[in-house]
C-alpha cells in the first residue's frame, strides 16, 4: 500500500509511532497484564501514567508553576460555558474577539451567561484577516478577553499575543497548541479539544492561572467548577484515561522531535512550502491575508470551481484524503498539523501541480 496522508481538520492525523506504541501495548500495558482502557484511574499505573502526561506537557510548554493543567471531557464547545462560569467573578461583562466560526460559538454561548462585548470582529472581511489590535474596542472592566489564535474553518491565525493588561487573556488553542512555543504567562486560560493537535476526540485540555480558579457563578454545575476539578487532580469523576494516555504518549513523542522549537520550524517550513505552491500558481487560491495565514490549517481554492470534485476525487486516488474545505467555506482545505509529515505536504503540493497541468 502506498502512503495515505490524511488531512482532516479534526479529529485529526497522529504520528504513526505513537499508533504503534499504542497498538504494541494495547492488551498489556508495560507487563500489567491490562490494557490501558481497562485500569482503574485511581490505580498506581494510571497515576503514573498521568502524572508523567502532565510533567511532559509542563515541560514542552514550559507552563509556569501558577498555573493548573486539567484533564478534561466535553471539549472545547464545554469550555464555551465554562469560560464565564469560573472568570466572570462577579463581573457582568466579557470581550470577545471575533475572528471567524469558531469565535462566533464561544461568543453565542457565553452570550448565556454574560453581556458580551465584541470588541473587534472581521466579518466584514468574511473572515479572511485579523482586526488590527489598535481597533479593538476593549472595555476595562471586562472580566476576560477571549479569542480564537488559530481559526480551524477560516484558516486565520494569530502571530502574535494581544495585550491585555491586567484582564485575563482566554485563548481557545484547540486547533495550535503545541505548534510552537508560547509564553503560556501572557494568559489566564488556555483550552484546547485534543482532537486537532493533541490526541483523541474526548480529552480537553484546560492551563489556568491559580488566582482564576475558585469563585463560579451560583448554580453551576460541578462538572463546569475549575476549583472542583483541580482540586481532584481532574479525577472528579472518571476521566477519559485512554485519551490522557495517548495524550502522553504524543507528548513524549513531541520530545523526541526536539520539544516546540523544532515542532515550529518544521510547521513553519511545511506551511511555507504549501502557501508558496499556492501564490505561485495562477489556478490556486488562498483568500486569507499573508500576515494571518494559519500553520495548521491551508483553505484554499480552484480557479474553476466546478473542478472542486474531480480534484477531490483525484486526490483520494493518490491517496490525500480529505482536503474538501468545510461547507461554510467552500473550496479545500489542508489541515497540517504537528503530526503530518512534511512527506505528506510535499505529496500535496506534487498532486496540485499535477492536477494543475491537466487541468488548469
Ligand atoms: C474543533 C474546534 C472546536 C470544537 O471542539 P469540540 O472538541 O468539538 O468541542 C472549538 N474551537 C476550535 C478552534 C476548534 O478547532
Redesign the pocket.
Known amino acids: 500500500m502506498s502512503a495515505i496522508y490524511n488531512f482532516s481538520?479534526?479529529p485529526a492525523v497522529l504520528p504513526k509511532a505513537v499508533l504503534e506504541q499504542a497498538r504494541d501495548e494495547l492488551l498489556d500495558w508495560h507487563g500489567s497484564g491490562m490494557s490501558v482502557m481497562e485500569m482503574s484511574h485511581r490505580g498506581k499505573e494510571f497515576l503514573s501514567i498521568a502524572e508523567q502526561a502532565e510533567a511532559d506537557l509542563r515541560e514542552l510548554l514550559t507552563i509556569p508553576d501558577n498555573y493548573r493543567v486539567l484533564f478534561l471531557q466535553?471539549?472545547?464547545?464545554?469550555q464555551f460555558a465554562m469560560v464565564p462560569l469560573n472568570l466572570l467573578r462577579g463581573k457582568q461583562q466579557a470581550d470577545y474577539i471575533n475572528t471567524g466560526a469558531?469565535s462566533k460559538?464561544a461568543i453565542a454561548e457565553a452570550g448565556r451567561f454574560c453581556e458580551v462585548n465584541v470588541a473587534a470582529s472581521a466579518e466584514d472581511s468574511r473572515f479572511t484577516t485579523i482586526p488590527a489590535f489598535e481597533s479593538w474596542q476593549l472595555n476595562p472592566d471586562a472580566a476576560y478577553v477571549h479569542y480564537?489564535p488559530?481559526?480551524?474553518i477560516g484558516g486565520v491565525e494569530f502571530h502574535w499575543v494581544p495585550d491585555t493588561g491586567d484582564v485575563p487573556l482566554v485563548a481557545?488553542m484547540?486547533?495550535t497548541i503545541l505548534s510552537r512555543p508560547i509564553d503560556v504567562s501572557r494568559y489566564g486560560v488556555i483550552y484546547a479539544?485534543a482532537?486537532?493537535n493533541i490526541g483523541p476526540?474526548g480529552l480537553?485540555v484546560v492551563i489556568v492561572r491559580d488566582d482564576l480558579i475558585g469563585d463560579t457563578l451560583a448554580g453551576t454545575p460541578s462538572m463546569y467548577d475549575y476549583k472542583l476539578h483541580a482540586d481532584n487532580g481532574s479525577m472528579l469523576n472518571t476521566p477519559p484515561t485512554y485519551g490522557w494516555y495517548l495524550a502522553g504518549l504524543v507528548f513524549g513523542w513531541l520530545k523526541q522531535q526536539g520539544g516546540l522549537d523544532a515542532m515550529a520550524e518544521i510547521n513553519r517550513r511545511k506551511a511555507g512550502h504549501l502557501y508558496a505552491a499556492v501564490a505561485g500558481s495562477a489556478f490556486y487560491n488562498s483568500p486569507v491575508d499573508v500576515e494571518c495565514h494559519s500553520w495548521m490549517n491551508v483553505p484554499f481554492t480552484l480557479a474553476d470551481a466546478d473542478l472542486d470534485s474531480e480534484f477531490l476525487a483525484q486526490a483520494k486516488t493518490a491517496g490525500l484524503l480529505n482536503l474538501k474545505g468545510h461547507r461554510s467555506v467552500g473550496g479545500m482545505r489542508a489541515s497540517i498539523y504537528n503530526a503530518m509529515p512534511a512527506a505528506g505536504v510535499a505529496a500535496l503540493i506534487d498532486f496540485m501541480g499535477e492536477f494543475e497541468r491537466t487541468h488548469g
Open positions: 481538520a479534526g466535553g471539549g472545547a464547545t464545554s469558531w460559538k480564537t488559530n481559526e480551524t481557545d484547540s486547533s479539544g482532537q486537532k476526540a480537553t
